[in-house]
């Protein structure tokens, strides 16, 4: 029985806002034949036109009552309005006559001027139906869109259409007069652009129409408004809904996404009015948001072409006033001070461009953009390389349709070639959409890399500075827009919206590992070797050294740049610049809407939506489990139509499912209102329920009591006044110079050595400068191809000397993240001083020149024998200060096999010449020495690694790098690398996958451990595991209580699961060829969930008692679950307990880890606060377990099992400090083999690749992941010690322990095995008891 709403809710995605009829007013058709006869045809008088009737949802009669769920509200007779005599029609209305509700944003004062923009002719003849298009904007700047069709009834004298009365009840004669036709129009008003599918709407409405009576024209556009309110809007996806309005089959498509806008028109109109060049114009005169005006003789394509303008903007979005139709009455509105785009009749040109001054004139017709002034359009220039790229893949569009379909036959079915029209416009749209998207992000895709995401600052000078000379102009206006202030505020937020997917899937590889270093970024050799000689240079060499807040360097002159861009072009763009991508349209599907059938009464209306559900689940049941995607459209789609149902609780379910099938289109919003507004019995109902009483608490959080989070943009200025450390940091971050804290401390102190701890702004501006300057300087440094064959193209040039005599020549020391070379003068020439790996010794002294002692810096190779020595003079110090800090910091990334030491050592580096250069002192260089951080830690510090862990460590990579501070690394998972024909070759490597705070997952990829997503975003709370499942997604295991789910292919996550009720500890997956795959959760309340893989659902469920489950595991059939003080075994129905008492006694602990050795019948166990791996036997779990000593261990986090191995983590005294520590175990002799010293901070999870490397991952003080050899399990080598072990043989079996018996029929076994008495002195008790059915948990199975 359906739940009948309180209150009516209306089909939130229904097409219909509104339905109106318009034309002349009654009294003005009043003796129109006689006017008509005495001035002649050609003499017609123009009308006024009025909203004749309206008609707005719901549309049910009130004789049979509203249906469930519907308002009281009916409109069971047409509704007039008149508003130029609304005083005197008001007393003529029938008092039953009820006023319609007119939705927001529509104003019906101004309906009849837009729908008749060229006034209101009675013609002398016939004319052609036409259909033109509005946007109409409220005061929120929400936008409704409107079509509207045009046609001509033939006048019959001394009748006026639309008057309640039939013909043959009117006063006077009814012949109709020949050469009188009155215009009508019928405006569609909808919240969606869907103009092709309205139109075609409308165009079957006319067919009607024009058949019918005067009278039954009412009746007619009723039913047609009722028709189309009943027709709700597709949700984002592939899913199209197609609905028969006799004689056409119209589609209605759906969004590609959430966050793209609907395209129901033919992107390529403006590419057939305009050439590219001008395009690119108007796209400017957008981003630059002028004052637009469009014009053309047809007034359809006014709002056609200007709506294509702005999807070409998308994700950018146009904020200002937007009204492409302009009647003749409306043309002051084009005096507007702000920023518009409006349209106008192309015979309003001159008048438009006489009255007004500083408009942008954009002549559809002719294909021109002028301006209203008697000067040129002033517009700046789109990035030049940019819009090259653009021309060239415009032209390379196949436009035509024609020449597309040349080889086909024609169709002798018209739904049939509307189809094939369909498919080939969804194609070209597709590519047009793709190359204004690429022009979009090659114009801004520069703009993250000045931006702090931690204090949200755009630091825009140094952005321009980097833009070429004669884009500057351009930049300079858009940034300052409302359109790029709304950019940078989703760059902030993170928004993986289309710019941000595309960026992401066409960075190359050097900035993906760009991304992972913590140093500043330099131009590697590869791109100074790919850099083009150009006029430019010079001045953008000028320009970058200009600081904020101080005066503008003007730009330069620059030659101008050609008129056609035909000729650059032929010069050459990047690679694969001159072709479109290859967009191959996404798969769609279509689902019809049933028919709607009349009279319009609630049992009628009941039956539509009866025979939707029916057609909805009819899909559902044909669709294969794992095609989600289209099966949570269906789900949304039966959703919206049982709420109008008013069956609430249905509704609430399927909306509840879109948690497992694409949560991106769940309406929060639509699902609070239905909340709302259920009666009190249907609310409990509802919370009854435990799939809904999450769902219900989660939509009822008012997201207005919690602070709103502060979304503004700032932009970077120099500080006024003085800075303590917090707010030194806080600068330092903003200007992008480095974002680690610790480092910026040591700057902090660098630079307030001697003095109070203090940085006043003269300082910091000194600074500034001196970073910037060297910035610069790196960023035009020129080499000589060949001398760039001698350095790899990853390498970076991040200091260069003065010219200085050498004893291998006169020459500039280069310095790189390899070497030092000497960049030799007169003919540039490359030679080599050493690489950072070689270096033996490090000198500054000084030589006697003449009468004179000159700083000399000397360098010792391994390699050679000859000293170079280098006559620095006063920079001399300083380099020695920066050789001896990347020398060392090479060291100890050498040592710790971990690359991220060169990248702080150039830090330091860099952060030294800045400082020597702000302070101009003489302490300057023992200032800059307190960055020598390696340095000294080196000489004070012992680097040397054990030589097991050096043997053993192969890498070591940061998740962090990026980050202000580092992050725990909680669960580490690596998946195989596979080749899906549906993924490209580089998402088949293998991966890792790292779960740090907050719910951020970090991925590399595992083939060359670069970064491969930097974060996908998975709650808000500490996550504590992580499945791979069917090689297509992982699941992970939150403290949220939810599992969420990701895809390997798209790396996104749109499904949750939200069945348990505590944080989700274990996740474990069982594969089965005779069965679909299964995946056992635990969380921590003791819950045990088995899903099905295919449908998500929960097959079965059992709760274990007392709480601390942290961890699943399954062997031969059972389920192994730890349970904190207990471990619990768990198979079949009935039930099973094998307790052993005696635990520890000295203080209380619980299991951390366990793993299972099926091969050796052993079970392997680490609790809390203990320095023993416990072994038991699997035959008799009642007797002692062995032991097996982790010397100097204080704590064990995580344990894995590595083919003969048993790999345990946590953290153990190294060298007198405590440090992350791994003991491998040979699990044959229960010996620890090797003692590795892996981490600063504990480890607090480990992860086998395929077992030949684990990996392990670090605490917060470090948060970095090693990567471990796994040698021959065969292989015995001996640690840097060898530890104490003592070991126990397992006792024979004894017949009450053992499982077999009973596990033959299906009975639930539990072992609750304690944790034994360091002594070994423990009382065992082994108890069975069989418990009732009916008080027994459902089997797993």
């Known amino acids: 029985m359906a739940e009948t709403a309180s209150q009516h809710l209306a089909l939130p995605s229904g097409l219909l806002e509104l339905c109106a009829l318009l034309g002349p007013p009654r009294d003005s058709l009043r003796g129109l034949e006689q006017v008509a006869r005495r001035r002649g045809s050609q003499s017609l008088p123009c009308l006024d036109p009025e909203v004749l009737s309206v008609f707005a949802p719901p549309f049910v009669s009130g004789a049979d009552g509203p249906p469930a769920g519907a308002g009281s509200g009916t409109l069971s007779k047409a509704k007039r309005r008149s508003f130029r005599k609304k005083r005197e029609k008001a007393k003529a209305e029938p008092r039953d006559a009820e006023d319609v ?35 109409l904007t409220d005061v929120c700047g929400n936008r409704t869109y409107g079509v509207v069709a045009q046609y001509h009834r033939p006048l019959h004298d001394d009748y006026c259409f639309y008057n309640g009365k039939p013909h043959w009840e009117s006063s006077g004669p009814t012949a109709s007069t020949a050469g009188c036709f009155v215009p009508y129009a019928v405006c569609v008003v909808s919240r969606f652009p869907y103009y092709n599918a309205l139109r075609d709407c409308l165009s079957c409405l006319l067919v009607h129409l024009k058949l019918c009576k005067d009278f039954e024209v009412d009746n007619h556009i009723k039913d047609f408004a009722a028709k189309l309110s009943l027709i709700p809007s597709p949700p984002p996806g592939p899913l199209h809904l197609v609905f028969n309005m006799k004689p056409l089959q119209v589609v209605f498509p759906s969004r590609a996404d959430p966050e793209s806008p609907v395209i129901d028109l033919d992107l390529h109109l403006p590419l057939l009015c305009f050439r590219p060049e001008k395009v690119l114009q108007v796209l400017t005169c957008l981003l630059t948001e002028r004052r637009i005006v469009f014009f053309s003789a047809s007034w359809a394509l006014l709002a056609l072409v200007a709506e294509c303008f702005l999807v070409y903007l998308h994700p950018l979005r146009w904020p200002h006033t937007f009204v492409p139709v302009l009647s003749g009455q409306m043309l002051d509105f084009v005096m507007a001070p702000t920023s518009f785009l409006m349209g106008c009749h192309l015979s309003h040109f001159e008048e438009v461009s006489k009255e007004a001054d500083g408009l942008v004139l954009v002549n559809i017709d002719a294909g021109s953009v002028t301006s209203s002034s008697d000067e040129d359009v002033d517009v700046p220039d789109i990035p030049l390389l940019a819009a090259q790229t653009f021309v060239q893949r415009v032209q390379s569009l196949q436009l035509h349709r024609e020449l597309d379909l040349a080889h086909l036959g024609a169709s002798t079915d018209l739904n049939e070639g509307r189809t094939r029209r369909r498919a080939w416009q969804q194609r070209l749209n597709g590519q047009i959409q793709q190359l204004t998207l690429q022009l979009l992000v090659s114009v801004f895709r520069e703009v993250k890399n000045h931006l702090n995401y931690e204090h949200r600052v755009f630091n825009s000078e140094e952005f321009l500075k980097t833009r070429a000379p004669g884009d500057q102009r351009f930049y300079k206006q858009v940034l300052d827009t409302y359109t790029f202030h709304s950019f940078l505020k989703a760059r902030l937020s993170h928004r993986m919206d289309a710019f941000a997917q595309l960026d992401l899937s066409t960075q190359s590889e050097e900035d993906r590992i760009g991304d992972m270093l913590v140093s500043p970024r330099r131009p590697t050799m590869g791109k100074i070797a790919s850099r083009k000689a150009s006029p430019q240079r010079a001045a953008h060499r000028r320009m970058v050294v200009s600081m904020p807040n101080l005066q503008d360097i003007a730009v330069p002159e620059l030659p101008p740049r050609n008129a056609s861009l035909r000729d650059d072009i032929l010069g050459g763009c990047g690679r694969g610049s001159s072709s479109v991508l290859d967009v191959s349209p996404r798969p769609t599907h279509t689902f019809k809407i049933p028919e709607v059938h009349f009279p319009l009464v609630g049992q009628c209306v009941q039956a539509y939506y009866a025979d939707c559900v029916a057609l909805l689940s009819k899909a559902m049941s044909c669709l294969a489990p794992d095609n989600s995607v289209l099966l949570a459209r269906y789900f949304y789609l039966r959703g919206l139509v049982r709420l109008m149902q008013g069956q609430l609780l249905d509704a609430l379910l399927d909306f509840q499912s879109l948690y497992k099938t694409d949560l991106r289109i769940f309406p929060a919003d639509l699902v609070r209102c239905a909340v709302q507004s259920m009666a009190g019995p249907v609310r409990a109902q509802a919370e009854s329920r435990p799939e809904l009483r999450r769902l219900i608490s989660e939509v009822l959080e008012q997201p207005g009591e919690a602070l709103k989070a502060d979304d503004r943009v700032k932009h970077f200025e120099l500080p006024s006044k003085h800075m303590g450390l917090d707010e030194f940091v806080r600068r330092v971050q903003e200007s992008g110079i480095v974002r680690d804290v610790n480092i910026i401390s040591r700057l902090f102190e660098a630079l307030t050595v001697g003095q109070q701890k203090l940085i006043d702004p003269e300082t910091f501006k000194d600074f500034y400068t001196c970073w910037k300057e060297a910035e610069a300087e790196a960023q035009e440094a020129s080499l000589p191809a060949s001398v760039l064959a001698h350095l790899d193209k990853s390498e970076y040039v991040y200091k260069l000397s003065r010219s200085v005599k050498t004893s291998r020549g006169v020459g500039k020391i280069a310095m790189t993240q390899k070497r030092l070379f000497l960049l030799t003068e007169g003919k540039p020439g490359y030679v080599d001083i050493t690489t950072f790996r070689d270096l033996e010794e490090v000198r500054s002294t000084t030589v006697a020149v003449l009468f004179l002692r000159v700083p000399t810096l000397k360098i010792k190779t391994v390699s050679k024998k000859e000293v170079f020595e280098a006559n620095l003079k006063s920079e ?18 050498d040592t710790h096999k971990d690359p991220q030491y060169v990248q702080q050592a150039l830090t330091h580096v860099l952060l030294m010449d800045a400082v020597v250069g702000a302070l101009q002192s003489p302490g300057a260089i023992y200032a800059a020495s307190k960055l020598a951080h390696f340095d000294r830690m080196k000489s004070e510090v012992p680097t040397a690694v054990p030589k097991t862990t050096a043997e053993t460590l192969r890498h070591k990579i940061n998740p962090s790098a990026g980050e202000t501070v580092p992050q725990a690394v909680d669960v580490l998972l690596y998946t195989p690398g596979h080749l899906d024909p549906a993924e490209k070759v580089g998402d088949a490597h293998p991966k890792l996958w790292c779960a740090l705070h907050q719910g951020k997952v970090v991925v590399f990829d595992a083939s060359s451990w670069t970064l491969h997503q930097h974060c996908v975003r998975v709650g808000a709370s500490k996550l504590n595991c992580m499945a791979v499942v069917e090689r297509s997604q992982v699941w992970v295991g939150s403290e949220d209580s939810v599992i969420y789910i990701i895809s390997i292919h798209s790396m996104s996550c749109n499904k949750q699961l939200t069945d348990h009720r505590a944080s989700v500890t274990g996740l474990v997956v069982r594969d089965g060829p005779e069965a679909p795959s299964q995946v056992y959760s635990c969380s921590v309340d003791g819950t045990v969930l088995v899903w099905n893989v295919g449908t998500l659902r929960v097959t079965s469920r059992f709760q274990l008692s007392g709480d601390g489950l942290t961890a699943i595991s399954l062997h031969g059939g059972h389920l192994w679950c730890c349970t904190g003080n207990s471990i619990v075994v768990v198979s079949g ?11 520890f006694q000295e203080r209380g602990t619980s299991f951390v880890a366990f793993q299972l050795i099926p091969e050796q019948a052993q079970l392997w166990a680490v609790c809390s606060g203990y320095d023993d791996v416990y072994v038991w036997g699997l035959e008799d779990l009642a007797r002692p377990p062995g032991r097996v000593h982790l010397p100097d261990c204080s704590e064990v986090h995580c344990m894995i099992r590595v083919k003969r191995q048993i790999w345990v983590g946590g953290t153990g005294l190294a060298q007198g400090r405590p440090k992350g520590k791994i003991y491998v175990i040979d699990a044959e002799r229960r010996t620890v083999e090797k003692e590795l010293v892996a981490h600063a901070d504990t480890v607090r999870t480990l992860c086998s690749a395929e077992g030949r490397y684990v990996l392990s991952g670090s605490g917060a003080e470090e ?72 008080n027994s948990s459902p089997a797993v199975r």
């Open 876 to 893: 001399c110090d300083l380099w020695h200060l920066m050789v001896k800090e990347m020398w060392a910091g090479k060291t100890l990334a």
């Open 1263 to 1334: 948060g970095k992941i090693a990567i471990w050899t796994v040698g021959p399990s065969d292989v015995h080598t001996a640690g840097d010690r060898t530890p104490e072990t003592s070991s126990a043989v397992p006792p024979r079996p004894r017949e009450a322990a053992a499982p077999t018996a009973t596990a033959r029929n299906e009975s639930t076994e539990r072992w609750l095995m304690r944790p034994p008495s360091p002594r070994h002195q423990s009382r065992r008790a082994v108890t069975e008891k069989n418990e009732e059915h009916a």
């Open 1133 to 1143: 129905c009935l039930r099973q307990e094998l307790k052993i008492d005696g635990g």
């Open 101 to 135: 509700s007119v939705p927001n944003g529509v104003d019906l004062l101004a309906l009849p001027q837009l729908c008749f923009p060229g006034g209101l002719s009675v013609a002398s003849e016939p004319k052609e139906d036409c259909v033109h298009f509005l946007v």
